[in-house]
Structures are given as structure tokens and as C-alpha cells.
């Protein structure tokens, strides 16, 4: 009886300390870069290329609209499909295959709907003209499929710094024995 409850205030004590030691710090209030356009953990879907910005009340002015609408352009990679449609810093992108686009957010995903190699229809306004732009969508660099394996862990995803992982080699072992 004496050795049950000694494990159990042991275990209650690993626990709590376990549980402590893995409280996160405050968070900090820090401004984030705008959205790099898009990311997928399986990488099947499709790849504009762009750096885009939710258009808000606040930065309308910048893109020279005169309301707010649309997905802002910050900047396009070099040689993504983006470019090679002639996508340019600061168009707006309104409609993706005539379905309006207003965020950032919905951008990524009607992009990554699209399979790679297949043609979209953006609408983008550009010194306060609107244009349709046929770009064909590419495949995004860098990913590979989880049946290749698990993802690796990066330190920082656009420049944001993520916390550092725990070393589950340094946890303490429990063992139950069976008597």
C-alpha cells in the first residue's frame, strides 16, 4: 500500500513539474510581415508566387484604390509563374477564375486548388485599370509529399521566429513493472 501511494504522489509530482516546465512564455506583441501567398503541408496544390497584403482602410490608398477590395501584390518572385505572366508589385488581384478574392487567406486557397500545369484567370487591377491575367499555375518549390516523410522543423518561417522544440531524450522515464 505504502509503495502505490508513493508512486502515485511521485507521479502526481513528475507531472505537475512536467507541466510546468512547459507553461509558455508571455507573448509578445510583434508586426508581421505580410503573408508570404502560399503553403501547404502535402505541397499537390498550386503556386502563384507572389508576397501579397490583405487590403484594409489602412493601406487602400497604397494600391490607389478607392475602396477596399481585392489582395494587395508586395512583391513577386523571381521567376515564379506570377512573373512569367507579367503579375507586377503593387497590382491588386480581385478575382481568381471569377470568384472575388478578399484575403490573402482565400487567395491561397483558390490557388491551391488549382492543379499544377493548368491555366487561371485573375482579374487584377492595375493603375486603376482591370485586366485580366492568364498565368499558369506551377508546382510549389520546395515541398514534397508526407509519404516521403515527416516535415522537417525549421528555426523561423518567414523570418518569424518559432519556439524552440522540446528534447523529449531529457523527460523522465517512467517505467511500471508488472508484478
Known sequence: MIHKS???????????????????????????????????????????????????????????????????VESVVDGSPAQVAGLQKSDVILKVNGEDVTSTRKLTRLVSEIAPDHQARLTVLRNGAEREVIVTVGKRPGMSSLASGPPQWSESIDGIELPNMPNLKNLPRIERRLA
Open 6 to 72: 508513493f508512486a502515485f504522489i511521485l507521479f502526481v509530482l513528475i507531472g505537475a513539474g512536467v507541466g510546468y516546465s512547459q507553461t509558455p512564455e508571455p507573448k509578445q506583441e510583434r508586426e508581421l510581415a505580410p503573408r508570404l501567398f502560399s503553403f501547404s503541408l502535402d505541397g499537390a496544390g498550386g503556386y502563384l508566387g507572389v508576397q501579397a497584403e490583405d487590403v484594409s482602410k489602412d493601406n487602400f490608398n497604397k494600391f490607389g484604390l478607392r475602396e477596399v477590395k481585392g489582395v494587395g
